[in-house]
């Protein structure tokens, strides 16, 4: 048999493999006609009787091209998983050999690598205009699967890779070179190991927030916290057949049909969390949480189809190209050039735009990509406030504008200038008044004054009264569950031979805190707000924007609205105003007691709000964490969205100058501890508290790692360099204080 022809044949074989594994037992009378006429094909041409077997061979192919086109129009949601797993489904590799004209692997090679799930090369783009050829530097970043290499991990990428990661951004931003980043991964490697997986993708949001240079993003598998370490972009494509989610579909009927460890769910169930996850290309255009859809070629792109690299080649230098004119200041100028680069028809190749950036150009780039991200998802959350008081807030944020303005970035800024000139005015009229006053103090000096006496002897008695200074004599809250009258064992009692603690006083006296070993017992959000800042100051804002289910997720309306009446909060973020020793201070708290403190687009939309709004006044900002289960899944992109949403509203509230501080309690996971809490310079976490990426079952079932019991401690989390201390509760207030007293720029109002 000719060579070429045996190749053919593999190659259908292959496709017929493919066409079985993706559709998992679906279609089969299609797949046993392909098999069938495959089959016959090959044995007539083994045994010599076919005359002209390229033309019975191309026939063979028509069929196989036939019935995938027929079949593509019959592909689910968790179809188009299984095509973005597939060993066969195009690579990173694949793209840097038929995108780019030529790439240097850089930051490792295969295997020898730091991570080899995270490659990163230097590329570059060969493009004419006429006669002239010019050459286009690029870096590329992403994730790769290797078609099956067990050595990359399935793109799984660790906590070092995504490291490397941020690393080449940053070289890429010296060199003023885009950065294009392909996403191929299922979800990050969860372990905690330094730099740490949540803390590591929360610094990659952080720092691509920033960049100062054209970012693209390209998805194909998008899962959670794994896409979003290298997702943030001024343009995001994706292609047809991937997907982009807050879990897996795997993940998401574990949770919803309460598998517990080492079962397994249904395949039932897993095909219906795909379709109501909203997870495909069409449901994120709609969102408006990709920019554009790559068309790939039936049942998905693979290494072969080169058509399909030259059309991604083309759309990737549309974005980058779109990208660059935006930060244009001439609208006639930028207008016709987008029109240009925007014609379906129109072969870029054969177009140049200057990729590099003035200075100026650079701060636009990076405003309108901030400008983008903090617009998204305002949509999915509900916000219950009638349309006046919406403009009344507009129309007053409007008017106290200019005022903020005036008092913080002109008075605040010469105050010293200010205080000096008042002062020098002041001690001219005390030496003018005391030269007038003179004759009737000397007629006055020898009277008996007893209102002189008095106010002598109420100095000196102040002077020996001592002030308590934040500690309480009595708690200002008490948990309900002071009224537990029994005896309540500590859970360290076999460790440290803990006594029992009367429920009466260990929750009203010891405020929920083992007076033994220190144990924290969990306490309700209220003990916090009402105990830790100053009586009768805290001023909550945006109450009326409520959870909502924006995907239509089956039965979880009224699961929001059994929390909702559990805890008489309509979200699980509250945001307020308060004060800790008059100093004033804005709070985003997240609350455990609500759905696990997940977070969905109702939580972001509230925390983007108090961060701006702490901006504004120069108010420090408080993340208080009462405990987070991470992104709520039944939310899918709405939810997972919020990581980089809230990130960049972080960035820009500390790049203005404020103090953003985090405090954990009782248990953070995930998503956010992953993104808008994990980039603090400032984390504190309270005895017992545990914090990080993944828990215990989840990094036993996707690695097979059994960790140690107390891998998620506040002090593990403390001796890794995740978190700056560890507090008592019944110390937060002081501690605080005293971060408030040594922390922070000059641009805080009390500076």
């Avoid at 022809?5 to 017929?16: M, N």
């Avoid at 029109?339 to 636009?364: C, F, H, I, Q």
């Avoid at 076999?494 to 805190?513: I, M, N, R």
Wanted: net charge positive.
């Amino acid at each position: 048999m000719d060579n070429n022809i045996e190749k053919r044949i593999q190659s259908l074989r292959d496709r017929l493999t493919y066409l079985g594994d993706i559709f998992a037992g679906k279609h089969k009378d299609n797949a046993d006609l392909l098999e069938e006429k495959l089959t016959a094909f090959t044995a007539r041409v083994r045994s010599g009787n076919v005359e002209d077997p390229y033309a019975e061979l191309a026939t063979v192919e028509d069929l196989f091209n036939y019935v995938e086109r027929r079949l593509e129009g019959s592909i689910t949601p968790m179809d188009k998983v299984r095509i973005v797993r597939h060993s066969q489904r195009i690579c990173l590799r694949d793209i840097l050999e038929n995108v780019y004209d030529n790439f240097t692997e850089v930051g490792g090679q295969d295997e020898h690598s730091l991570d080899p799930s995270m490659l990163i090369a230097r590329a570059v783009i060969t493009r004419r205009r006429g006669k002239k050829v010019y050459t286009q530097s690029v870096m590329v970043i992403g994730q790769e699967k290797g078609h099956g290499a067990e050595f990359r991990n399935g793109g799984s990428v660790k906590p070092w890779g995504n490291a490397k990661a941020q690393q080449y951004m940053r070289v890429a931003e010296t060199e003023g070179i885009p950065v294009h980043t392909y996403i191929f991964t299922p979800g990050s490697y969860p372990i905690e190991d330094y730099p740490g997986a949540a803390q590591q993708i929360a610094r990659n949001i952080y720092s691509m927030a920033g960049l100062r240079v054209p970012v693209i993003a390209v998805i194909s598998e998008g899962g959670s916290g794994g896409a979003e370490a290298i997702g943030l972009a001024d343009k995001r494509l994706m292609l047809s057949h991937g997907y982009y989610s807050v879990i897996s579909p795997e993940g998401a009927a574990a949770i919803e049909g309460r598998i517990k460890a080492g079962q397994r769910a249904t395949t039932e169930l897993i095909e219906s969390c795909a379709n109501n996850l909203k997870m495909t290309a069409q449901d994120n255009l709609k969102f408006g949480y990709i920019d554009r859809v790559v068309q790939e070629p039936p049942l998905g792109a693979r290494p072969w189809h080169f058509d399909f690299f030259r059309n991604l080649r083309q759309e990737v230098l549309r974005a980058t190209d779109e990208v660059v004119i935006s930060t244009r200041t001439m609208p006639g100028l930028k207008g016709l050039a987008l029109a240009r680069v925007r014609k379906p028809d129109a072969n870029l190749d054969e177009m140049y735009t200057r990729w590099g950036l003035t200075s100026a150009a650079k701060d636009r780039l990076r405003e309108r990509r901030q400008q983008k991200f903090l617009r998204l998802s305002r949509q999915a959350a509900r916000d219950r406030r009638p349309f006046f008081t919406k403009m009344a807030v507009a129309t007053w944020d409007w008017l106290t504008k200019p005022w903020v303005s005036f008092k913080y970035d002109f008075y605040r800024k010469h105050q010293m200038r200010i205080r000096t000139f008042m002062e020098e005015i002041d001690n001219e009229w005390e030496v003018f008044k005391s030269r007038l006053l003179a004759p009737w103090h000397k007629l006055t000096r020898k009277l008996p004054s007893a209102k002189a006496e008095s106010s002598k002897v109420k100095e000196l008695t102040a002077l020996s009264t001592w002030s308590d200074d934040g500690r309480r004599s009595r708690w200002n809250y008490i948990s309900p569950r002071y009224k537990t009258d029994r005896a309540i064992t500590c859970p360290n009692s076999a460790a440290y031979g803990c006594l029992d603690l009367w429920g009466p006083d260990l929750f009203a006296e010891f405020a929920g805190v083992c007076s033994h070993c220190g144990y924290h017992f969990p306490m309700e959000p209220e003990w916090y707000v009402k105990n830790v800042f100053d009586l009768g100051s805290v001023f909550e804002f945006n109450s009326e924007i409520e959870a909502g289910n924006p995907l239509d997720f089956p039965n979880f309306s009224d699961r929001v609205l059994d929390a909702q009446k559990k805890t008489g909060a309509k979200s699980g973020c509250m945001t307020f105003e308060a004060r800790i020793d008059n100093t004033k201070m804005v709070v985003a708290m997240l609350m455990g007691t609500f759905r696990g403190g997940s977070v969905g687009a109702a939580e972001g939309y509230k925390f983007v709000e108090a961060a701006q709004r702490a901006a504004k006044k120069r108010y420090p900002f408080l993340a208080y964490v009462h405990g987070t289960a991470g992104i709520r899944i039944q939310e899918g992109t709405h939810g997972v969205i919020q990581m980089p949403r809230c990130t960049v509203a972080v960035r820009r509230y500390i790049n203005a100058g404020g103090l953003y501080t985090v405090l954990y309690d009782t248990n953070s996971y995930a998503g956010p501890v992953a993104s808008f809490l994990g980039c603090s310079p400032y984390q504190y976490a309270m005895r017992s508290s545990n914090l990080g990426f993944a828990g215990r079952g989840v990094i036993k079932e996707t690695t097979g790692i059994d960790i140690e019991p107390h891998y998620h401690s506040a002090y593990k989390a403390l001796a890794r360099g995740h978190i700056q201390g560890v507090w008592d509760r019944r110390e937060a207030r002081a501690n605080l204080k005293q971060v408030l007293l040594t922390m922070g720029g000059r641009n805080l109002y009390y500076r």
